[in-house]
Structure formats: C-alpha cells, structure tokens
T-cell receptor, first 116, second 114 residues
Framework: AQSVTQLDSQVPVFEEAPVELRCNYS??????LFWYVQYPNQGLQLLLK??????LVKGINGFEAEFNKSQTSFHLRKPSVHISDTAEYFC??????????????FGTGTLLAVQP | DGGITQSPKYLFRKEGQNVTLSCEQN?????MYWYRQDPGQGLRLIYY???????QKGDIAEGYSVSREKKESFPLTVTSAQKNPTAFYLC?????????????FGPGTRLTVL
C-alpha cells in the first residue's frame, strides 16, 4: 500500500532564508506526486505536481520540488521565504482507486513558520 | 469563475443531531470527494463518487452518509453515529479521464459539536 511521510511537523525559518520541506513515499508502482498549501481556515491549493518528465518541477510562489525515484522522495524547496509563506504544506501521492478515480494519499503536513 | 463552494463555513451541532454539509462545483468534474482533517493527522478520505448516483466508502466512512443526485452536488451528512465529529471537512473534485490527477478543493466547513 502507498504511504506518504512528512518527517517534520513544523519547520521554523527566518524570512529570506532558504527552506526545504521533506517528503518520502512508499509505493511498488509508479506514482504521481503533489504538494498542496493550506492557509489557516482555508482549503488546499495546488503548489506543484510531478506526473512524468523532468524530475525538477517548478510551482507557484517560487516553490520547486525534485522527484528522486531511487530515494522515493519529493522534497519541496524555496530559496528565499517570505512571511506570507507561513502555512501548512501537504505532500500527496496519487493512486488509481476503484477504477478511474485518482485517490490521493496525504502526508500529515508540515507547518512552515516564517519569522521576521 | 469556476470552483468549489462549501457551506456553511462554520457549523455548530448538539450531540445526537444529524447535520448536512453542502458541496457544489461548477468545474464539470465527474469525481467528487469528502475529507476530514484533524490536527496532526493530515486529510482522511470519507467518501468519494466517480459519477452521478454512485459513491464508495473511503477510509473512515463510519458515521457518515452521502448522496450524488446531481453532477454538481455531493452533500455529506454527519450522523449521530459519528462518535467524534468535531473537525474541519473538505470537499474536492477532479476529472476521471486524462492524467492530470489534480484535485481541486473547496474552502472547508468547520464543524463543532457542543
């Protein structure tokens, strides 16, 4: 069965510093990978996704992630964070479930806390 | 604008009462989903539907029920059988064809049982 592990429940960082949020997954088959962001009391917004092709994926708000098949990782990075990046970030794996529908398996989330 | 709407944003319920959460989408998506979010546990799938008049249980369906009478609508009922219903509930939708696999989320409903 597929699973997603986000090792860090909270990552504090100073403004303009670089950040990496870690995500590892387990799967015996090919997967699609996603990062979503959630601001307080809101729904989830897609940051970026990996379906195929280049392993370096660029998303919105200056974020990028690299798919590493040998390490089964999909870490999210940003070279310089802003206060407005403070939010919870979820990594997710997509599997085919019950036919055509794509079920997402979510990690437990990482709270990025940007400090001035 | 295309998107997903959920109502109400905040909902209070007394113990023993059933309550229905609304989810509507105008993205013309076939698939719709309900998730429950609790602190430190990520999102857990309650029910999903691939097509009108059809739905399947997710990982934590006990104490919940759904219907899918229209493509645009996928209401979730939290019944009195749900032992710990206080949580943030998120609705999502996606296509069922192609390889995008992206799910689009609504703004959520926060349910509090008093």
């Amino acid at each position: 069965a597929q699973s997603v592990t986000q090792l860090d429940s909270q990552v504090p960082v100073f403004e303009e510093a670089p950040v990496e949020l870690r995500c590892n997954y387990s799967s015996s088959v090919s997967v699609y990978l996603f990062w979503y962001v959630q601001y307080p009391n809101q729904g989830l917004q897609l940051l970026l996704k990996y379906l195929s092709g280049s392993t370096l994926v660029k998303g919105i708000n200056g974020f990028e992630a690299e798919f590493n098949k040998s390490q089964t990782s999909f870490h999210l990075r940003k070279p310089s964070v802003h206060i407005s990046d403070t939010a919870e970030y979820f990594c997710a794996v997509s599997v085919i479930y019950g036919g055509a529908t794509n079920k997402l398996i979510f990690g437990t989330g990482t709270l990025l806390a940007v400090q001035p | 604008d295309g998107g997903i709407t959920q109502s109400p944003k905040y909902l209070f319920r007394k113990e023993g009462q059933n309550v229905t959460l609304s989810c509507e989408q105008n993205l013309n998506h076939d698939a719709m989903y309900w998730y429950r979010q609790d602190p430190g546990q990520g999102l857990r799938l309650i029910y999903y539907s691939q097509i009108v008049n059809d739905f399947q249980k997710g990982d934590i369906a006990e104490g919940y029920s759904v219907s899918r009478e229209k493509k645009e609508s996928f209401p979730l009922t939290v019944t009195s059988a749900q032992k710990n219903p206080t949580a943030f509930y998120l609705c999502a939708s996606s296509r069922t064809s192609g390889n995008s696999n992206e799910q689009f989320f609504g703004p959520g409903t926060r349910l509090t049982v008093l």
